[in-house]
């Protein structure tokens, strides 16, 4: 019997500093190589958003895991605030809200918090 539940996770990103962000992708990849049934949300306001746009160096590592299920989602206050439209992230990212308050949504609603 294999284990049938179900995890998630929401990690957050509010820096643009490359170890932070390439530390981020690798926590992700370790964990989905390590769980199979894991549902993750990457959660980026601040300096965050900058590593979700299009033009970011990050743009193809980001759209591989939107293809591999993971959920990136950008806070709207910092776009916003930044005067960035949602047509500047790369493909598959949605936005929420705001940021904080969507962290604080999923750890109430019982998902993991981890932030890198």
């Given at each position: 019997?294999?284990?049938?539940r ?30 199979q ?49 949602s ?30």
């Open positions: 019997m294999g284990d049938e179900i995890y998630r996770v929401v990690f957050h990103l509010d820096e643009d500093d490359d170890e932070r962000v390439l530390l981020l992708f690798a926590n992700v990849r370790n964990l989905m190589a390590d769980i049934n894991v549902e993750i949300e990457v959660v980026a306001y601040s300096k965050g958003v900058s590593a979700l746009m299009r033009d970011s160096e990050y743009s193809d590592m980001i759209g591989e895991l939107i293809d591999d299920g993971v959920r990136f989602a950008a806070c709207s206050n910092t776009l916003n605030a930044w005067g960035i439209t047509g500047e992230l790369v493909e598959g990212v949605d936005t929420v809200s705001s940021g904080v308050g969507e962290i604080v949504r999923k750890q109430c609603d019982g998902w993991a918090y981890i932030r890198p």
